[in-house]
């Protein structure tokens, strides 16, 4: 008998996880199922739209894909379409590859202000996320203030100060440009509750914020120590050296050179949004970093400003038909393990951290934890022709992978010169093109 298994979610963890499966049992069977017509997840909607070759993990995604062995279908949502349980009873395994889209709280005062957004549903707003695109942000201000110092931050402040010609071959979608562009965006402060040595963000994103063209770096020497200290991993070490050093580029320059800054802010953490309805400050503590941890001094200062972007950490949802830890935002389980025959990898597994290849062990691991439990026998279940005749029954059509290219060939061809594609946001827009094609015959 053939092992039937169904991965939820088709980005990053599942994608992994697929073709994790394929190498270690060549008979099996996969289904990967997202809710949205589109593959690719994380890849599509978080990386920023100017980091095109962060995107060419794409290319293996899709030759997993296309294994004969594999079917995608799209705009599924399991626990609208089918249950998690009806899934279930319909493979010999399914694999949670679900994610966090969501948005971490700050958990102060006066987040709940018009003004005051998450950089989940930020980024998702410009990379053209289905469930984002009206939630379109007022960037009429000068001042806009980003909590938090990873990459996420960095993205967010690199696109918001980029100019129209270094966006130009981007995947950036019109609605997004053209309020992003159109800002009188000056100043933009990058705060982070502890210390350069302890910031999250990688040397390459950096390096980056020095070669804009109208924006420039500030920083504070004073906030920038002598040398790293304390115990660490030698590539730890190495890391943060070579971020002090960029850092230190950064406090030699000046704040007229250009018409646009990026300030980075250490030894602050948010204690209050300020204002009526609208934000108009944020207040900080002054901090300093004791045993790894940010300890606040009494001290406090305001930072005027008419946006707030909260890039403080992403944040799961529950699973109806799986267990879920709401204090740390995971489904329960016990190092994948979720319950017989399911499964859960990447973030709903262990939480938001790392970077794309940090899913890869992941599916490495829920490849073997199949196998081990199950074997490569298998146990018997009917797998997609149960779920195709369940969704016909319903009424439900599906994006297969076929059809998924057609999208991904129209996008393509809509860009303008130079830009990898146009991407498409809506699901009727998504599903007129295949629509249309067919009525071309």
């Not at 900080?284 to 008419?306: K, L, Q, S, W, Y």
């Not at 199949?370 to 279940?381: S, T």
Request: hydrophobic residues 40%; glycine residues 10%.
């Amino acid at each position: 008998m053939t092992l039937k298994v169904a991965i939820v979610g088709s980005g990053p963890a599942g994608f992994y996880t697929a073709d994790a499966l394929l190498k270690a049992d060549p008979a099996c069977q996969i289904d990967i199922i997202d809710r949205l017509p589109t593959p690719y997840g994380l890849i599509r909607f978080g990386v920023a739209p100017d980091h095109e070759k962060t995107k060419n993990v794409m290319r293996g995604f899709a030759r997993t894909a296309s294994n004969e062995r594999v079917n995608f279908y799209g705009d599924v949502d399991i626990g609208e379409a089918l249950s998690l349980d009806e899934l279930r009873e319909m493979y010999d395994a399914v694999v949670l590859a679900v994610g966090a889209a969501h948005d971490r709280k700050l958990g102060i005062p006066g987040e709940e202000k018009a003004g005051v957004v998450g950089s989940a549903s930020f980024v998702n707003w410009y990379n053209a996320h289905p469930d984002f695109v009206d939630r379109t942000p007022d960037l009429d201000t000068s001042s806009v203030v980003i909590i938090g110092a990873g990459n996420v931050a960095i993205d967010v402040a690199r696109v918001l100060v980029k100019t129209p010609a270094e966006m130009a071959a981007t995947d950036l979608p019109d609605y997004a440009a053209e309020p992003i562009h159109g800002a009188p965006i000056s100043d933009v402060y990058m705060v982070a509750r502890r210390g350069p040595v302890e910031a999250k963000f990688t040397n390459v994103e950096l390096r980056e914020m020095g070669h804009l063209e109208q924006c420039v770096p500030q920083v504070s020497a004073a906030d920038l120590p002598d040398e790293v200290t304390g115990e660490m991993s030698d590539r730890d070490r190495r890391v943060r050296e070579k971020n002090l050093g960029t850092l230190r580029t950064f406090a030699d320059r000046e704040a007229d050179e250009m018409p646009k800054r990026v300030h980075f802010v250490f030894f602050a953490s948010p204690v209050e949004i300020l204002g009526g309805e609208r934000v108009e400050a944020v207040r900080f503590e002054r901090t300093r970093v004791e045993n790894g941890r940010a300890v606040g001094t009494g001290e406090h200062f305001e930072i005027a400003c008419g946006l707030v972007v909260a890039a403080v950490g992403y944040l799961s949802m529950p699973v109806d038909g799986a267990p879920f830890d709401h204090k740390w935002g995971v489904v329960v389980n016990d190092a994948g393990r979720v319950g017989p025959g399911l499964y859960a990898v990447g973030w709903i597994k262990r939480g938001p951290t790392g970077v794309i290849g940090t899913n890869k062990p992941d599916g490495r691991d829920a490849a073997q934890q199949i196998l081990d439990d199950l074997g490569a026998a298998g146990g018997g279940k009917p797998g997609r022709e149960a779920l195709e005749a369940l969704l016909r029954t319903r009424g439900r059509r599906w994006v297969d992978l076929d059809d998924w290219r057609r999208i991904e060939a129209a996008e393509i061809d809509a860009a303008a010169e130079g830009a990898p594609r146009k991407k498409l946001y809506r699901r009727e827009d998504f599903l007129a093109v295949l629509d249309e094609q067919r009525a071309a015959g």
